[in-house]
Nanobody, 124 residues
Framework: QVQLVESGGGLVQAGGSLRLSCVASGRTFRSYNMGWFRQAPGKEREFVAA????????DYADSVKGRFTISRDNAKNTVYLQMNSLKPEDTAIYYC?????????????????WGQGTQVTVSS
């Protein structure tokens, strides 16, 4: 079992930056592909970014490409989401999630474990 705890959310002005962190419990973190998802008020949860267990492969939603960067440190059991050039439409609760698979996926139904989420609010 993997427990995930996100942190780093907050209030930032448009154009600003935030770095989210997600710390995982357990010694099997390095065997999991990790993803970030977000849910804005009144909207469905959507894919943001994913990274393979080795860190060698990443994927991003079109809406965040070039602005967000996902990375991981397996020695620290942590996955990060660096968010730059933030826009008001990035306002949402951000969740990290873990799944075991050969390749990374954008399909949230394939993720086995989820964190509780961290709020990101971008003011205009």
């Amino acid at each position: 079992q993997v427990q995930l705890v996100e942190s780093g959310g907050g209030l930032v002005q448009a154009g600003g930056s935030l770095r989210l962190s997600c710390v995982a419990s357990g010694r099997t973190f390095r065997s999991y592909n990790m993803g970030w998802f977000r849910q804005a008020p009144g909207k469905e949860r959507e894919f943001v970014a994913a990274i393979r267990w080795s860190g060698g492969s990443t994927d991003y939603a079109d809406s965040v490409k070039g602005r967000f960067t996902i990375s991981r440190d397996n020695a620290k059991n942590t996955v990060y989401l660096q968010m730059n050039s933030l826009k008001p439409e990035d306002t949402a609760i951000y969740y990290c999630a873990a799944h075991r698979g050969v390749v990374i996926t954008t399909n949230q139904r394939l993720y086995d474990y989820w964190g509780q989420g961290t709020q990101v609010t971008v003011s205009s």
